[in-house]
């Protein structure tokens, strides 16, 4: 019975069996990191083509003062909240309220084939495509569920230098 006990005490160690530890397959790869790290983001209007603009999310103006930021560790990837002077209404959908539920930082996870992040206690069908270019970040929701109708949703940033803050 003490070896069956030693065993399982050492299997469980051995495991380490954390929720916060994420398996390398799920981290992001170096050069996406560098860049979504470099620059805290600020929620914006989309660029360019207008004909699909029901797609784009149109910050309010409660938001353009938050700043989103990116931050990498070898065992965790977050984005944060850094709110702004005005707070929204708790009536209107914010990109705070849907992203981050209430927190100022969530955890996530990132799928190289897809290139999209999965937020941590999201809805398994949820995720979020990533496109950078320099200063410009799009997170595209989509939602892989065959029984929900929606309309994919583009959420547009800018970055600004946090050498600047």
């Known amino acids: 019975m003490n070896k069956l006990f030693s065993g399982i005490l050492v299997l469980i160690l051995f495991c380490g069996c954390s929720k916060d530890t994420i398996s390398p397959e799920k981290i992001a790869p170096d050069d996406l990191k560098k860049q979504l790290a470099l620059y805290d983001w600020v929620p914006t209007f989309a660029n360019g083509d207008a004909k699909d603009e029901l797609y784009h999310y149109k910050p309010e103006d409660c938001e353009k003062d938050n700043h989103y930021s990116f931050s990498f560790g070898n065992d ?3 984005l944060k909240l850094e709110r702004g002077n005005e707070l929204c209404d708790s009536n ?3 990109f705070e309220q849907s992203i981050l539920e209430g927190k100022s930082e969530r955890s996530f996870t990132y799928d190289g084939e897809k290139k999209s992040i999965k937020f941590a206690d999201s809805d398994q069908y949820e995720s979020y495509g990533v496109l950078v270019d320099g200063d410009y970040l799009v997170l595209t929701y989509r939602n892989n569920n065959p029984v929900v109708d929606y309309i994919p949703m583009e959420y547009h940033f ?6 600047n803050k």
């Open 92 to 94: 209107k959908p914010t």
């Open 76 to 78: 965790f990837q977050k």
């Open 158 to 163: 800018k970055g600004k230098s946090k050498e």
